[in-house]
């Protein structure tokens, strides 16, 4: 079982204002995905989870809605929708993107399922879901799950992308899916930043010494003549809203998910496609 979204963040509210907070660093993952709301000229956009911070650093003409499934009083400001994994009180049929950064891995198979098929009744008809996460078997899910995982007070175990995920995204009624991997630059000014914005971000307590050898040895850092980097790897997946079926199909076998899912989000039932790659 991955460590839930509310054991990560909802005991532990300054990791959502970590969010809230400077994250230049992680630019290079909005820019990514900014490129394409601007291609695809969309103009409604909900961000969820949260990731205030990062998307007003681009967002200048889309109408953006942030959401989250832990909304700190703090953070009272940023005018954060309060959900869940099934996006109540979000609009249906209404947004024409869907932005959700790293943002599923605390999530079950099951409630990944559910959150995919909700995003997908938000959108309008051609409406896109724009994604990045942490797969599994990778430098970034073997950094959260060994370094992270081991000073943090919360842990961190996450339940990434698997092979079939885009099978899960047809199911839930989307089309023209596609997924691939992006080495992200996280851009730092010089090792102190590095040490000091990570402390913030992640939530641990670890000597400089120790936190720098294992970024470099699980990541790679490169310097360069006015900055470091350090490579962070997500997979990127776009796809497109099609008419929402009468019957949403849940990839997984009956006894291994929620019955009431299935009695909400489906009448029928479909035969599942072969799993992606």
């Known amino acids: 079982?991955?460590?839930?979204?509310?054991?990560?963040?909802?005991?532990?509210?300054?990791?959502i204002h970590a969010y809230a907070n400077d994250n230049s660093p992680r630019a290079s993952e909005i820019q990514y995905l900014y490129g394409l709301i601007k291609r695809l000229k969309?103009?409604?956009?909900?961000?969820?989870?949260?990731?205030?911070?990062?998307?007003?650093?681009?967002?200048t003409n889309e109408q953006v809605t942030f959401a989250d499934f832990v909304v700190p009083a703090a953070l009272r400001r940023w005018n954060i929708l309060k959900t869940d994994f099934s996006l109540t009180g979000i609009r249906r049929n209404y947004f024409d993107a869907v932005i959700s950064i790293a943002g599923i891995h605390h999530l079950t198979d099951q409630e990944q399922f559910e959150f995919i098929a909700a995003t997908r009744k938000a959108l309008r008809v051609g409406g896109r879901l724009?994604?990045?996460?942490?797969?599994?078997?990778?430098p970034t899910s073997r950094f959260l799950d060994g370094f992270v995982g081991r000073h943090t007070a919360t842990g961190h175990v996450g339940n990434y992308l698997k092979t079939d995920f885009a099978q899960m995204v047809k199911l839930a009624g989307y089309r023209k899916i596609s997924r691939q991997t992006v080495i992200h630059k996280w851009v730092f000014r010089d090792k102190e930043h590095l040490y000091t914005w990570m402390l913030k971000f992640?939530?641990?307590?670890?000597?400089?010494?120790?936190?720098?050898?294992?970024?470099?040895?699980?990541?790679?850092?490169?310097?360069?003549?006015?900055?470091?980097?350090?490579?962070?790897?997500?997979?990127?997946?776009?796809?497109q809203a099609e008419k929402i079926p009468?019957?949403?199909?849940?990839?997984?076998?009956?006894?291994?998910?929620?019955?009431?899912l299935l009695r909400a989000?489906?009448?029928?039932?479909?035969?599942?496609?072969a799993s992606y790659r």
């Open 265 to 273: 989000n489906s009448s029928a039932r479909r035969k599942a496609p």
């Open 202 to 239: 992640f939530g641990f307590s670890v000597p400089k010494k120790n936190l720098i050898t294992q970024v470099d040895g699980i990541l790679g850092i490169t310097q360069r003549k006015t900055c470091l980097t350090v490579n962070w790897p997500l997979d990127f997946v776009s796809a």
């Open 42 to 59: 969309a103009r409604r956009v909900l961000n969820v989870p949260f990731e205030g911070s990062l998307i007003k650093s681009v967002a």
């Open 1 to 15: 079982m991955p460590t839930t979204y509310q054991e990560r963040f909802g005991n532990n509210d300054d990791l």
């Open 130 to 138: 724009l994604m990045v996460e942490v797969t599994t078997d990778s």
């Open 246 to 260: 009468r019957k949403i199909s849940s990839p997984h076998p009956l006894d291994k998910i929620d019955r009431s």
